[in-house]
Nanobody
Framework: QVQLVESGGGSVQAGDSLRLSCAASGGSFSNNAMGWFRQIPGKKREFVAVIRWSVSGAYYTDSVKGRFAISRDITKNTVYLEMNSLKPEDTAVYFC????????????????????WGQGTQVTVSS
């Protein structure tokens, strides 16, 4: 059974930075893409960023472009989300996601594309 374990959340001030990490372990699967969603209490989960695993390619939601950067370490089966210039509206639970496969289909950005989800890590940004 594949597990995704997030780390790196916390409480920061507006303008600060945080780096989230997500390590995939267990089972054996071919990663096609990994990424991040977030959810504010009472609101729907929203897509944040995703990166293709074996070839180049990444997408970001408009509100984080220029501030967040997604990257991956294939040798560690880990995806990272570098979050800079954080704003109070970035406050949410951040979920790591992974899509298995060989890259022949869509890989962004609907929730239904990702079979594996982490438990989430809280990010709180105060003004």
């Amino acid at each position: 059974q594949v597990q995704l374990v997030e780390s790196g959340g916390g409480s920061v001030q507006a303008g600060d930075s945080l780096r989230l990490s997500c390590a995939a372990s267990g089972g054996s699967f071919s990663n096609n893409a990994m990424g991040w969603f977030r959810q504010i209490p009472g609101k729907k989960r929203e897509f944040v960023a995703v990166i293709r695993w074996s070839v180049s390619g990444a997408y970001y939601t408009d509100s984080v472009k220029g501030r967040f950067a997604i990257s991956r370490d294939i040798t560690k089966n880990t995806v990272y989300l570098e979050m800079n210039s954080l704003k109070p509206e970035d406050t949410a639970v951040y979920f790591c996601v992974a899509q298995s496969g060989t890259g022949s289909g869509p890989w962004c950005c609907a929730e239904s594309l990702y079979e594996y989800w982490g438990q989430g890590t809280q990010v709180t940004v105060s003004s």
